[in-house]
């Protein structure tokens, strides 16, 4: 038995839920922030077996890659300046953070 | 040292969190989401001695055992059809997911 | 690798975050309760090399450490009895509880 403890952008979230339900994996979710962003994150619980570990790994990897983004830029608001139309910008979003925990003993009452 | 991951109901946490103090056991609450429900559940963060290991798991299972408890089903308002009378049904609750970690070093500042 | 799992009070969250980031390690965190305080907590979960785990002790020893604080007990209103006036008393702040778990596996995507 071991506990996966993965650490996802929260626009990654709702997909690895949605991936882990489709495999027959359960997660527990706990809502977290800091990291590398600022923005908010989910950190998982996933408690499996030894031999499902690639296979939680591999919906993870999947679901939550790091990838391009166009981001157009939030510009002040202003009444005058019209001449500066902000251009969408490339950003990196996604990635996880994945540990894996031995467990001494797994329970379920 | 041990570090029990003990995921429960919403609904048993507060008579865990009590019974827990009950013993003299310390824990810790994180809120979180998922695994078989939709509904809210509780992470507890519970260190103790390997020797209380067991202790501790007779307080998680007589406080979030499953069993059975009578829910009438939410209707939709209606003016109307009064002909329809909800009925209570019988649905499973409680239960606890709990994860025994080893632990390395245990430092209190 | 290590995951270090760090419990300590609202008021000391803020500094540990900048103290890590300072010594270049990254945390996440998550909103908890409980424990010997009824007061929120802050649970910090950072993944390091074993070679670092004694300097990730210090910034939380030294961010976190317990310590003697002035509080104005709040008092009651009351429009009549001005002849009471609450005196501060010094309590115990800080603190930290933290738990050094060993690591299988450590991916980052
Ligand atoms: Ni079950
Ligand atoms: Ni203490
Ligand atoms: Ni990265």
Redesign the interface.
Known sequence: ???I?A?VQDKDSNRL?GELVKSNF???????????LRAG?T?F?I?VDDSQ?ESV?NV??NS???REQLVTPVTPMSGTTDSYLPLPVEVQV????????????????
């Open positions: 038995m071991k506990l403890i650490i839920s359960r997660a527990t979710k706990l809502a977290s922030t800091g990291g590398f994150n950190t619980l408690g570990v790994m993870i990897r939550c890659k790091v996604g990635g996880a953070t994945v540990f894996v925990l031995p467990v001494d003993r797994f329970e379920h009452f």
